[in-house]
């Protein structure tokens, strides 16, 4: 049961086989019959049969048939051929082996009705020969080669010859399992890919015997074909691989690459270890590896063939980085892309596209997609939603063709609701939506992704498992389209996971708290019924449960930086579960992260969360730092931006100043391949710190890039926001270099910006502006003797600006700003709300707050600072006690 719930959801059938199969087996290798699950059927091991040969040659001769078999240059001369022969006593296993594997490249060549005739031909015309006696006759490699192509083309496990030779090639490795023969890696291999197509066998029961026959080839590895071989194994059985396995296959892996065995020369091998590799279930535990592996391709990437070169892309995007790569794949991928238009290639250029190069991919999306045989490839509605989020585009009818589209696919393929294969959709609308901020809606794939998963969920054993129950379940959340969904959610999805919560892991919770939100802020954002109130609440305590829960455990088995990311996203999606004791405790316990296998995913992933708690733990943001000063050649110039946006968000400072040398380098050097916005977010950063290099500065501050900027503006695709954002952080960088930096003489050309600002701005008046402005009234009994929401040349606000004069009494403001007055003290009195500290600090004052008192000083003022939360304290509450204050605070000043 523990592969329960990574198992596709039909192998639950096969569980109850297990008893007896486990009856009939008799360790430590097999002597009686087995009996495997394929399609509800028994495939029975028919005794006294024993392997002949361990050889990993084929017992094939090259006699007269055999060579007349492969001179054959059509399909339909083999099947021939092979029916002019058979019967004959000339006629072995093997000819039949041989002639089943010639037909592949034949069946590869046809079109899918062609396909169709020759399976049929093969059913009808070539497996009534395959017998007993001619199965009796093969070795593990011909058995294996006779079993894949079957598989390949099409034909059942249920078939009787098929289902002998499988028997038959599964008992010669249980007869092994001692390990003291070996069976030929090529026989492993091709069992493990055939047994895997179609999904129809539980894998960990089938090829549980693999094992011990993998251990032995490992320590015997000694070339790169051994290697390709060994990597398809692991990726096939991933889930009957230890921990202990995968390290001697990395430590192997590791020395034949500093040997030389493996290396650019060897690129099929090398692509097959960073594919098993890259498996979700383990991949963020071998960013070294990978990276190794990456940096050694690099020399090959122009010579790479089609599908290895975007396997390559896709492994970096995955992991963003090494850097070193990012110029040749941009340079391949764009080659491929004019001697390829496909959505699989587009899907991967997109990614390093400049903003000028968006409109010429948009250009090509729209004549992909519109295409009728684009959408024929293999995968191709995964590559166009890849293209259609990374342009970010937002022109509805691209948006509704592409889901329309989608609809087509789900209603002509069965195999989108037998195999479950509907799920994607619904994460990728699920992720869409997101990217649109919540305003695109495609109702009739809502309603088909929504019937589909509510009849999984009412009568489909898939409604059983907590992993694929979770993810049908968000998506009916998030989006309704179920009888009475405009004021509650559905019975059954509430009782399911008051039924589950004991079973839902770190991946379902967040899922489920993700449909949620979206539900909440799309269906019922301006009611919210009763009903679907109480069941909401109902919700949140259930997901309460599990991150408590999940924390539990931590001492003795601490969360990885990725789930403890995880959880954290998952509560912060709601104000009700964020304003609970288990948030608070799963952020405090990224102090306790061991941080030494930190990735460049991981510390993206860390650095939006801390972003968007404002939570504050140096150790983690100082460990963030030591791994870009450590992997500076590595690691890309968008992940330096985000740990240099979070760390002056936070108002943090890195222990050493070396690190951010490091830092403007790898801005430098990806100066060409980051955003504008990205680029200056980091300025920003480094200006706080004092460490912009000139070069930098004068890299930004040129008509060049303030030109990128603009163009950037004109083709993004939230125009409501984006431009302003921008906009304001070049204000932000123009006026902090202008006041830390005069000698890099940059001009200050932002007054027209902060004037137009201004002019749109409204003062809303809180609570607090109001209790400290009727004070300061009474205080000092002259309106005119301060002045209220003041606005400085730089732009900065200021909630109150007192000026006393050389006897420290107040004076009425002067009518422009003077930067200098003759024994006249400006101060200015900022009012702090909550979030001007870390969330769980609230001395640790954030990095723009900082910056605008030290800006405030250099200008002449002497800055005063009223803490909200101080302000509401039950100490500010007894009578008196906030004049008291104030009279303080004006006199310190003094």
């Known amino acids: 049961m523990n592969y329960a719930p990574r198992a596709q959801w039909k192998f639950l059938q096969y569980l109850m086989q297990i008893r007896q199969l486990q009856l009939l087996r008799r360790p430590p290798f097999l002597a009686v019959p087995s009996l495997l699950p394929a399609n509800g059927l028994n495939l029975a091991l028919a005794n006294g049969r024993q392997h002949k040969s361990f050889s990993g040659t084929s017992t094939i001769g090259k006699d007269d048939l055999l060579l007349s078999l492969q001179r054959t240059k059509t399909g339909d ?39 169709d005739a020759l399976t049929k031909r093969v059913l009808k015309e070539v497996l009534p020969y395959l017998s007993p006696h001619h199965i009796d006759q093969l070795d593990s490699n011909d058995l294996s080669r006779c079993y894949l192509y079957l598989r390949k083309m099409r034909i059942a496990n249920s078939e009787p010859a098929v289902e002998a030779v499988l028997v038959r090639a599964l008992g010669l490795i249980d007869g092994t399992v001692d390990g003291k023969e070996l069976i030929p890696l090529t026989a492993l291999s091709r069992l493990s890919v055939g047994i895997n197509l179609e999904r129809d066998f539980f894998t ?33 059985l991933h889930m009957l691989i230890d921990e202990q396995l995968l390290q001697d296959f990395k430590h192997r892996v590791t020395k034949l690459l500093h040997s030389g065995v493996l290396s650019s020369e060897t690129p099929r ?29 690099r020399p090959c990437i122009p010579d790479l063939e089609s599908g290895d070169l975007k396997s390559l892309c896709r492994a970096f995007l995955h992991h963003q980085e090494p850097a070193n790569l990012t110029q040749s794949l941009k340079e391949a991928i764009e080659k491929l892309l004019q001697e390829e238009r496909s959505a699989d290639a587009l899907s991967c250029a997109v990614h390093f596209a400049t903003p000028l190069q968006k409109d010429e991919y948009l250009d090509i999306f729209r004549e992909l997609i519109n295409c009728e045989e684009s959408w024929l490839l293999p995968s191709a509605s995964g590559h166009f939603f890849r293209v259609l989020r990374a342009l970010k585009i937002s022109d509805l009818r691209l948006c509704n063709t592409y889901w329309s589209g989608v609809v087509r696919e789900l209603d002509s393929s069965p195999e989108e609701q037998t195999h479950l294969r509907f799920l994607r959709h619904c994460q990728r609308y699920m992720n869409f939506n997101n990217n649109l901020g919540g305003t695109y809606r495609h109702f009739t794939v809502e309603r088909k992704l929504s019937r589909m998963c509510m009849s999984a969920i009412e009568g489909d054993i898939a409604g059983r498992l907590p992993t694929k129950f979770a993810r049908m379940a968000a998506f009916v959340l998030a989006y309704g389209q179920t009888p009475f969904a405009w004021k509650k959610f559905p019975n059954v999805i509430l009782s399911k996971m008051l039924s589950m919560a004991p079973q839902l892991d770190i991946q379902d919770c967040f899922l489920l708290s993700r449909g949620m939100q979206i539900a909440s802020e799309l269906r019922f954002r301006q009611h919210l ?16 449960g599990c991150a408590e829960r999940h924390l539990a455990g931590t ?18 999606h709601r104000k009700t579960l964020k304003n609970t004791l288990v948030y608070n405790q799963a952020l405090v316990l990224y102090k306790s992260l061991h941080c030494k296998d930190l990735n460049s995913r991981v510390v993206r992933d860390m650095a939006y969360n801390f972003n968007a708690s404002n939570f504050f733990v140096p150790e983690l943001l100082e460990s963030m730092f030591d791994y870009i000063s450590e992997q500076h050649d590595h690691v890309t110039g968008d992940t330096v931006e985000k740990v240099l946006t979070c760390s002056y968000n936070l108002g943090y400072t890195p222990a050493s100043p070396q690190v951010l040398h490091r830092v403007a380098e790898v801005l430098l050097r990806d100066f060409d391949q980051m955003s504008g916005l990205s680029l200056v977010q980091a300025c920003l950063a480094l200006c706080f710190y004092k460490s912009i290099p000139e070069k930098l ?139 001007s500290f870390c969330e769980n600090d609230l001395t640790a004052l954030r990095g723009p707050e900082s910056m605008k008192m030290k800006h405030l000083e250099m200008m002449g003022y002497k800055v005063l600072q009223i803490n909200e939360h101080d302000w509401n304290s039950k100490y500010m509450a007894t009578q008196g006690a906030k004049e008291k204050f104030l009279k303080c605070l004006l006199q310190i000043s003094q």
């Open 77 to 115: 001369e083999l099947l021939e051929l092979l029916m002019a022969n058979s019967g004959k006593e000339v006629m072995e296993g093997s000819h039949l082996v041989e002639g089943i594997s010639l037909l592949w490249p034949h069946y590869q060549g046809l079109d899918q009705p062609g396909r």
């Open 204 to 236: 960990p029961l089938v090829c549980r015997n693999f094992v011990p026959q993998l251990e032995e080839h490992i320590n015997q590895c000694r070339s790169e074909e051994e290697v390709r071989l060994l990597s398809t194994c692991l990726f096939q």
């Open 269 to 297: 091998a090398l692509l097959k270890v960073l594919h098993m590799l890259n498996i979700p279930v383990w991949s963020q535990d071998h960013t070294p590896l990978i990276r190794e592996i990456m940096l050694a391709l």
């Open 529 to 544: 019924p009763p009903l679907a109130g109480m069941q909401l609440s109902t919700m949140d305590s259930i997901l309460i």
């Open 555 to 572: 001492d003795d088995n601490p969360l990885s930086p990725s789930d403890l990311s995880m959880i954290v996203r998952t509560l912060s």
């Open 697 to 835: 500065i004068n890299k930004v501050f040129c008509v060049k890039f303030i030109q990128r900027i603009e163009d950037e503006i004109q083709v993004c695709y939230s125009k409501a926001t984006y431009p302003e954002r921008v906009l304001n952080l070049v204000m932000q960088l123009n006026r902090t270099v202008c006041l830390d930096l005069p000698e890099a003489n940059v001009p200050w050309f932002q007054q027209n910006y902060i004037e137009a600002q201004m002019s749109k701005r409204s003062f809303r008046s809180s609570t607090f502006t109001t209790d400290v402005k009727q004070l300061l009234q009474n205080l000092l009994k002259n309106d005119n003797h301060f002045r209220c929401n003041h606005t400085t040349p730089y732009g900065y606000h200021i909630d109150f600006v007192i000026h006393f004069d050389r006897d420290r009494k107040p004076i009425p403001a002067p009518p422009a700003e003077v930067t200098m007055l003759d024994r006249i003290t400006k101060v200015a009195i900022l009012l702090l709300k909550l979030d």
